[in-house]
């Protein structure tokens, strides 16, 4: 794939030290994903069981990655990762690999393992999704994942699957993806009209090939912040107005500009 496809999908180079971002805030998350996971279950954390291998394989990398790149916040004991005041267990026989060792990170965690011509969700933690659910994606190929998006089937999706093809173990990537939402819920998965003030929410997205599977691990790591907090940044709510106004119409209503006119003609009033 060329450079100028990969740009095309926001997707950069990633530095394999900053494979997973450090959290001073661990419990905060941890706590969120056991809450999460109680309440929703395997609507948040299922996998197949072709995919254990590969949920075995990047609790290891992870687990070494965080050990070594991040020793102010994590050790390794034996059987336990250690983050600030609590351990998960990365040992190589726990049942649920993929889970355990999310506990130990802001991220959520997507496996994509191949099945004939297309890649497929096989195992996922994702305790922090934006309007989608699990249990519609889970074994689901990716066209039928970002089936929804406008102009995927079309224009994205060759690129897509090409680039998941070609992917290196020691060519990671990264990507950021950006939208408003009402309300401060990591957990928007929701369908029902949230309230409170608005948030921009912003997932820094990792894709790894692992090399011993060669399953392809997606990381999503969720920053939420009030709308309101951007007005400390020079620039920074007339630059995001002027990429609302730039969005084509049907990207726009996918994102849900529609639903926040209101919301947005104060701010241009204000910053436009």
Request: hydrophobic fraction near 40%; charged fraction near 20%.
């Amino acid at each position: 794939m060329s450079n100028s496809q990969v740009l095309s999908m926001g997707l950069a180079p990633l530095d394999a030290q900053r494979w997973i971002e450090p959290d001073a805030a661990l419990p905060f998350w941890h706590a969120h994903k056991q809450a999460v996971r109680a309440r929703l279950g395997s609507r948040v954390c299922c996998a197949t069981p072709e995919s254990l291998p590969a949920q075995r394989e990047a609790s290891t990398l992870l687990a070494t990655h965080l050990v070594r790149d991040h020793p102010d916040l994590y050790r390794r004991a034996g059987p336990k990762l250690h983050c600030g005041k609590y351990a998960v267990d990365v040992v190589g026989e726990h049942p649920e690999p993929l889970w355990a060792i999310s506990l130990a990170m802001a991220d959520d965690l997507l496996l994509l393992q191949p099945r004939g011509d297309e890649y497929v969700l096989t195992a996922a933690s994702l305790c922090s999704p934006s309007h989608w659910r699990l249990e519609e994606k889970f074994e689901q190929p990716m066209s039928t994942i970002h089936g929804t998006i406008p102009g995927f089937t079309g224009v994205l999706q060759p690129r897509v699957e090409r680039f998941l093809q070609h992917l290196q173990p020691a060519r990671p990537v990264e990507r950021f993806n950006w939208g408003l939402q009402r309300g401060a819920a990591l957990c928007a998965r929701q369908t029902e009209a949230a309230e409170g003030a608005l948030h921009y929410r912003c997932e820094r997205q990792t894709l790894s090939r692992l090399p011993g599977t060669g399953a392809i691990l997606f990381t999503i790591r969720v920053y939420l912040s009030p709308l309101s907090s951007l007005s400390a940044v020079p620039g920074a709510l007339q630059t995001l107005l002027q990429a609302i106004d730039a969005c084509p119409p049907a990207l726009a209503v996918y994102k849900g500009f529609d639903r926040l006119q209101d919301d947005l003609e104060d701010l241009r009033g204000t910053y436009g």
